[in-house]
């Protein structure tokens, strides 16, 4: 598989401020993904990244509070926005392997707001 | 809603005896199934994929699956204190072929 990195591995920001998350992937996919995992819960799909077009929210996330860019096949953010400390949360990148069709995650960014 | 439930457990199994993770899911056309193992701090770990009725053995890990009954299953055999973790049952959404819904997790404790 295909190695995925993010950065930034954690951060404490303040509310109504933004946080960037960088996810990077050392081959080229297709399909990228963005997910949350709040303390002791399951992970939650925030959006599909495609290249090439806008991405696919999930219900309950919209592209204001979660913008997404995935300008190339190897490369994505995404955007926390006015954050308030409900945002706190770890935030996963992911990518599907064409062949295989499995998905791998990046080491994710553990986000607190305070 | 597309569900996949799980036991949240803990589930506690004595080392050197057979885990066994269950995993049932709502969207009957579902094609594909996943088992994610998560240490506590970092992020999913792809363990097990299968995508066919019956067994799929990889080392100490069988992934079972009957979607007839739309159930999966994980089997560990000689479980060491290094599986202890939570395990993860993904499945794939027949209606979406790229969305995964996950379960919420079975904590699985080893105690030696």
């Known amino acids: 598989s295909a190695v995925i990195s993010q950065k930034p591995s954690r951060d404490i920001c303040q509310r109504g401020t933004s946080l960037t998350i960088q996810c990077q992937v050392d081959s080229q996919v297709t399909m990228m993904f963005w997910y949350r995992q709040q303390p002791g819960q399951s992970l939650t799909l925030i959006a599909t990244?495609?290249?090439?077009?806008?991405?696919?929210?999930e219900s309950g996330f919209v592209i204001d509070k979660f913008p997404i860019s995935r300008p190339n096949l190897t490369f994505s953010t995404l955007t926390v926005s006015n954050m308030s400390p409900e945002d706190s949360s770890i935030y996963l990148c992911?990518?599907?392997?064409?062949?295989?069709?499995?998905?791998?995650f990046g080491p994710g960014t553990r986000l607190t707001v305070l | 809603q597309k569900e996949v439930e799980q036991n949240s457990g803990p589930l506690s199994v004595p080392e050197g005896a057979i885990a066994s993770l269950n995993c049932t899911y709502s969207d009957r056309g579902s094609q594909s199934f996943f088992w994610y193992r998560q240490y506590s701090g970092k992020s999913p770990e792809l363990i097990m994929f299968i995508y066919s009725n019956g067994d799929k053995e990889d080392g100490r890990f069988t992934a079972q699956l009957n979607k007839a009954s739309q159930y999966v299953s994980l089997l560990i055999r000689d479980s060491q204190p290094s599986d202890s973790a939570t395990y993860l049952c993904a499945v794939g959404i027949n209606s979406s072929a790229s969305k995964i819904i996950f379960g919420s997790g079975t904590r699985l404790s080893i105690r030696p």
């Open positions: 992911s990518y599907r392997a064409p062949t295989t069709d499995t998905q791998y």
């Open positions: 990244a495609n290249q090439g077009s806008e991405a696919t929210y």
